[in-house]
């Protein structure tokens, strides 16, 4: 069957929100004597979060009560300026460049709201090269759960064995995994290291392979017949 699309997680992969979420809320904890734990905060990566409330966790943490809209303010200036940097990530232009060229459908399925996924596209200039978003906003379950994919999958009138997810943490690869999608595993600075015993394959940078050799482990040509 022939690859008709190529599905974007966000976060991690296209921009790298990830790390400037973590850094602004690691400095918060600093301020107030403690270290951010940064397992127990990567293990919410790549699904809705809810699974670690940093605001509860730092006043476990530090012992006391403390005013959770001067918290969140704080976080949110010094998660501001970081963002200012962010820049697309290596490889990501090229093979959107390389499916578009080649007909497929180029679309973004992620977890975070799609305000958040709007934003931040809008700020690298890069709304326009993606045909489809699914977000949280679309889904009643996100990741690990299989339905963002469900759904963008219907959206595109697409067959999952037809399409090519890439994401960047265990809870997307599960998700695209379920889905029964060809799933490539590019993890992230806050994601290294983490296991992806089920990814196809592996890349330590999207820039580090070309979209077509990964197309042809996706969905390799059949021999010409005699």
Avoid at 152 to 167: D, F, I, M, P, T
Wanted: net charge negative; with cysteine; proline share 7%.
């Amino acid at each position: 069957m022939r690859i008709e699309a190529l599905l974007f997680d966000f976060d991690g992969l296209v921009v790298d929100t990830e790390t400037a979420d973590f850094e602004s809320w690691r400095q918060v904890y600093e301020l107030h004597g403690v270290e951010l734990p940064r397992e127990e905060w990567v293990a919410s990566i790549g699904t809705d979060g809810s699974a670690f409330d940093p605001h509860a966790v730092l006043e476990r943490m530090a012992g006391r009560k403390l005013d959770e809209g001067t918290l969140r303010t704080e976080r949110r200036r010094r998660r501001a300026e970081l963002f200012e940097e962010l820049e697309p990530l290596p490889g990501v232009e090229d093979w959107v460049e390389a499916a578009r060229s080649r007909g497929l459908t180029v679309s973004i399925v992620s977890s975070s709201p799609r305000w958040w996924v709007e934003d931040h596209l809008a700020r690298v200039e890069l709304r326009s090269l993606f045909s489809f978003l699914t977000t949280a906003d679309d889904v009643e379950r996100v990741k690990p759960h299989p339905d963002p994919y469900h759904c963008a999958l219907a959206r595109q009138g697409c067959a999952s064995a037809a399409a090519v997810a890439v994401e960047d943490s265990p809870n997307g690869l599960a998700a695209a995994k379920t889905a029964g999608l060809f799933c490539v595993a590019v993890p992230g600075p806050m994601t290294l290291g983490l296991p992806f015993p089920d990814a196809d394959l592996v890349l330590d940078s999207l820039a580090s392979r070309s979209l077509e050799s990964v197309l042809e482990l996706a969905a390799p040509a059949r021999p010409r017949e005699e």
